[in-house]
C-alpha cells in the first residue's frame, strides 16, 4: 500500500473522537482491506484523551480550515485554483441553490472547505467518502462535482433526521450529481433513505458490528442476589437525545431498600444541568461522574458494574440514537442492559430476551431497574443472550465486506 498516493479521500466532522469508534473501527478494517486513503477532517479534535484504535491507523490526517477567517490565504489560493476546473460551474451553481435555502454561514464554510479540498486532494484520488450524510456529505459532494469524481457516504443518526428533505434527495439524486452509494447503520435509518431515493439500490444497510479482537473475553461474572448493591453505568454524551435527565428522574424514584450507585462516563455540554437536577434530588452522592475516557476505562467500568442504561429518546430537533455501539460493547462483557425501543435499538435487543426496552418516563425507567434488581437470574440471563446474538449476528466482518465492494465499485467506475 502506498501512502503517498492514496486513491481514496475519507472525510469526517472531527478527528479523532472519543465518541465516534466506530469510524475508527470502520477505518482500521478498511486500511486491513487494502485500501489507501487519507483522512480529511472539518475539525480538529477537542477530546484530550485518545482510544488505542486511533492509533492502530496509518492513513494520513489532514485538516481543512475549521473557519474560514482562520485560513484567508489558503481558502483564497484554492478559491482561484479550482476556478479552473471543469466541474466549478456546476458545484458553484449548486452552492448558491444549496445557500438560498439556507442561507447560514455554516453553508458557507462548507462551500470555502470543499474548495480547499478540491485543490489540495492528490491527483491520483479516484474516489471520496464521508462520514455523516450533513455538513460532511454537503463538503464532499461539493468537492467530488470539482474534481469530477464519484463520491459515496456513511450516514448514522443525527444528520439523517435533522436534515432537511430537499438536502438528502438531492443527495442520493444521481441526476444532481449524488452520491454512487450509501451506506447507514440501522434498518429503521436504511428504509427511511431507501424511501427518499430515486434509486434505492444505491442504498444499504451496513451494521458497524463489533470487532470482538479488540475486546477482552467477556468476564465470568459473579451474579450479584437480590437484595445486593446494584451498580449502574451508563456511556454517553450528556445531550438531550442520551436521556440522562429522565434516569435521573427514575434514580430519584428508587426504594430507599434498594442501594444503588450510578457511573456515568461521557462528557457533554448539559453536564451542569444535570450534575444540578441530581443534587435537588437528593441523590448527587449517589452519582460519580467520570466524563470522558478511552475504551479500556469504558470497558473496565462495564466489567465491574451490575447493569448498564441508555435511555435514548427522541430529542425535541428530531435527532435521536442510531444503533449505539455502546450497546454492543456492553453485551460484549455480558452486561445486563436496560434501555428504550428508539430507533433501531429494537435490531438488537428483543425486550425480554437480550435486555429490558423501557419507555423513557421516568416512573417507567424505575421500575425497569427494580424488576432488574429484584431478578438478577433474569439479568443474567438477558445478558447471556445478548452475548450470543452478538456473536452471530453482529461482528464487523460482514458489513466491512460489503462496504469494501461499495468502495471498489465506485473508485473502479463500475
Given at each position: 500500500m502506498s501512502e503517498h498516493k492514496p486513491t481514496l479521500a475519507v472525510v469526517v466532522k472531527g478527528w479523532p473522537r472519543l465518541s465516534e469508534t466506530f469510524i475508527a473501527q470502520e477505518l482500521v478494517a478498511l486500511e486491513a482491506a487494502g485500501f489507501d486513503f487519507e483522512i480529511w477532517s472539518l475539525r480538529h479534535p477537542t477530546d484530550v484523551k485518545r482510544h488505542p484504535l486511533h492509533d492502530r491507523l496509518q492513513a494520513a490526517v489532514r485538516y481543512l480550515p475549521e473557519y474560514l477567517y482562520q485560513e484567508p490565504e489558503r481558502i483564497w489560493a484554492a478559491r482561484e485554483a479550482?476556478?479552473?476546473?471543469?466541474?466549478?460551474?456546476?458545484?458553484?451553481?449548486?452552492?448558491?441553490?444549496?445557500?438560498?435555502?439556507?442561507p447560514t454561514t455554516n453553508r458557507i464554510r462548507r462551500f470555502g472547505q470543499a474548495c480547499v479540498l478540491a485543490h489540495e486532494l492528490p491527483a491520483e484520488t479516484q474516489g471520496l467518502y464521508a462520514h455523516f450524510l450533513h455538513t460532511p456529505a454537503s463538503v464532499t459532494r461539493y468537492a467530488a462535482i470539482m474534481r469530477g469524481l464519484p463520491w459515496g457516504f456513511s450516514a448514522h443518526a443525527k444528520d439523517i433526521w435533522t436534515s432537511p428533505d430537499w438536502d438528502i434527495r438531492e443527495k442520493l439524486d444521481p441526476a444532481q450529481n449524488g452520491a454512487h452509494f450509501g451506506a447507514t447503520c440501522t434498518g429503521f435509518g436504511a428504509r427511511h433513505l431507501q424511501e427518499m431515493s430515486t434509486d434505492p439500490s444505491r442504498i444499504d444497510l451496513i451494521y458497524h458490528g463489533l470487532d470482538l479482537t479488540r475486546f477482552p473475553e467477556a468476564p465470568d461474572r459473579v451474579w450479584r442476589?437480590?437484595?445486593d448493591p446494584l451498580t449502574l453505568l451508563s456511556v454517553g454524551r450528556l445531550v438531550e437525545k442520551k436521556g440522562?435527565?429522565?434516569?435521573?428522574?427514575?434514580?430519584?424514584?428508587?426504594?430507599?431498600?434498594?442501594?444503588w450507585h450510578w457511573v456515568h462516563i461521557g462528557g457533554g455540554?448539559?453536564?451542569?444541568?444535570?450534575?444540578?437536577?441530581?443534587e435537588d434530588a437528593g441523590i448527587a452522592d449517589r452519582i460519580t461522574w467520570r466524563g470522558?475516557?478511552?475504551q479500556p476505562e469504558v470497558i473496565s467500568a462495564m466489567r465491574d458494574s451490575d447493569l448498564f442504561v441508555l435511555p435514548s429518546r427522541v430529542a425535541a430537533?428530531?435527532?435521536?440514537?442510531?444503533?449505539?455501539?455502546?450497546?454492543?460493547?456492553a453485551a460484549s462483557q455480558r452486561l445486563p442492559i436496560l434501555s428504550t425501543p428508539v430507533s433501531a435499538i429494537p435490531e438488537f435487543i428483543n425486550s425480554g430476551e437480550h435486555g429490558i426496552l423501557s419507555n423513557d418516563d421516568p416512573a417507567d425507567l424505575s421500575a425497569a431497574i427494580r424488576q432488574i434488581a429484584d431478578?438478577?437470574?433474569?439479568?443474567?440471563r438477558m445478558a447471556e443472550a445478548a452475548l450470543n446474538r452478538l456473536r452471530q449476528d453482529f461482528g464487523m466482518d460482514p458489513g466491512i465486506q460489503r462496504l469494501s465492494e461499495r468502495l471498489s465499485n465506485m473508485l473502479s467506475g463500475s
Amino acid at each position: 500500500m502506498s501512502e503517498h498516493k492514496p486513491t481514496l479521500a475519507v472525510v469526517v466532522k472531527g478527528w479523532p473522537r472519543l465518541s465516534e469508534t466506530f469510524i475508527a473501527q470502520e477505518l482500521v478494517a478498511l486500511e486491513a482491506a487494502g485500501f489507501d486513503f487519507e483522512i480529511w477532517s472539518l475539525r480538529h479534535p477537542t477530546d484530550v484523551k485518545r482510544h488505542p484504535l486511533h492509533d492502530r491507523l496509518q492513513a494520513a490526517v489532514r485538516y481543512l480550515p475549521e473557519y474560514l477567517y482562520q485560513e484567508p490565504e489558503r481558502i483564497w489560493a484554492a478559491r482561484e485554483a479550482v476556478k479552473q476546473l471543469p466541474g466549478y460551474a456546476e458545484a458553484y451553481r449548486i452552492w448558491r441553490q444549496d445557500l438560498r435555502r439556507d442561507p447560514t454561514t455554516n453553508r458557507i464554510r462548507r462551500f470555502g472547505q470543499a474548495c480547499v479540498l478540491a485543490h489540495e486532494l492528490p491527483a491520483e484520488t479516484q474516489g471520496l467518502y464521508a462520514h455523516f450524510l450533513h455538513t460532511p456529505a454537503s463538503v464532499t459532494r461539493y468537492a467530488a462535482i470539482m474534481r469530477g469524481l464519484p463520491w459515496g457516504f456513511s450516514a448514522h443518526a443525527k444528520d439523517i433526521w435533522t436534515s432537511p428533505d430537499w438536502d438528502i434527495r438531492e443527495k442520493l439524486d444521481p441526476a444532481q450529481n449524488g452520491a454512487h452509494f450509501g451506506a447507514t447503520c440501522t434498518g429503521f435509518g436504511a428504509r427511511h433513505l431507501q424511501e427518499m431515493s430515486t434509486d434505492p439500490s444505491r442504498i444499504d444497510l451496513i451494521y458497524h458490528g463489533l470487532d470482538l479482537t479488540r475486546f477482552p473475553e467477556a468476564p465470568d461474572r459473579v451474579w450479584r442476589k437480590a437484595g445486593d448493591p446494584l451498580t449502574l453505568l451508563s456511556v454517553g454524551r450528556l445531550v438531550e437525545k442520551k436521556g440522562f435527565d429522565r434516569l435521573i428522574d427514575a434514580l430519584a424514584l428508587l426504594p430507599a431498600t434498594l442501594d444503588w450507585h450510578w457511573v456515568h462516563i461521557g462528557g457533554g455540554g448539559l453536564k451542569d444541568l444535570m450534575q444540578g437536577m441530581a443534587e435537588d434530588a437528593g441523590i448527587a452522592d449517589r452519582i460519580t461522574w467520570r466524563g470522558a475516557c478511552d475504551q479500556p476505562e469504558v470497558i473496565s467500568a462495564m466489567r465491574d458494574s451490575d447493569l448498564f442504561v441508555l435511555p435514548s429518546r427522541v430529542a425535541a430537533d428530531g435527532d435521536r440514537d442510531g444503533l449505539p455501539n455502546v450497546l454492543m460493547e456492553a453485551a460484549s462483557q455480558r452486561l445486563p442492559i436496560l434501555s428504550t425501543p428508539v430507533s433501531a435499538i429494537p435490531e438488537f435487543i428483543n425486550s425480554g430476551e437480550h435486555g429490558i426496552l423501557s419507555n423513557d418516563d421516568p416512573a417507567d425507567l424505575s421500575a425497569a431497574i427494580r424488576q432488574i434488581a429484584d431478578h438478577p437470574e433474569d439479568a443474567a440471563r438477558m445478558a447471556e443472550a445478548a452475548l450470543n446474538r452478538l456473536r452471530q449476528d453482529f461482528g464487523m466482518d460482514p458489513g466491512i465486506q460489503r462496504l469494501s465492494e461499495r468502495l471498489s465499485n465506485m473508485l473502479s467506475g463500475s
